[in-house]
C-alpha cells in the first residue's frame, strides 16, 4: 500500500500581476459573488467548476481573483480564498487589501 501525503501545506499564493486581491461583499448565489478589488473595482466574480468543493467563501473573506479577458472590470474568477494567515502574510508584504 502507498502512502499519500494528505493535508500537505501550501504556501500562500501572491497575486501575479493579472491577478487582484479582493474582499467578498455579498453572495449572490449559483456560486456568483460581488467582489472589491484592490484596484477599485466591483467585480461579478464566479467559482469554476473545479474549484467549487475545494473551498467555501462567505462574505468578507478575502480571496484571489482573475479578471476575465472580456469584461475584465466587471466580471472574474475566484482562485483562491485566503485564510487568516495568509491575510497576516499578505499584509506584512504590503498587498493592499480593501
Do not use: H
Not at 41 to 66: A, H, M, T, Y
Request: glycine fraction near 8%.
Amino acid at each position: 500500500m502507498k502512502y499519500q501525503k494528505q493535508n500537505a501545506p501550501q504556501s500562500t499564493p501572491m497575486p501575479r500581476p493579472d491577478e487582484v486581491v479582493g474582499t467578498v461583499r455579498r453572495a449572490l448565489g449559483a456560486s456568483k459573488f460581488e467582489v472589491a478589488g484592490s484596484d477599485g473595482n466591483i467585480r461579478v466574480c464566479s467559482i469554476p467548476g473545479r474549484l467549487k468543493r475545494r473551498f467555501w467563501v462567505k462574505e468578507g473573506d478575502v480571496v484571489l481573483v482573475k479578471p476575465w479577458v472580456v469584461q475584465s472590470n466587471e466580471r472574474g474568477d475566484i482562485t483562491w480564498r485566503y485564510s487568516i494567515m495568509d491575510k497576516e502574510k499578505l499584509k506584512a508584504r504590503g498587498i493592499q487589501i480593501p
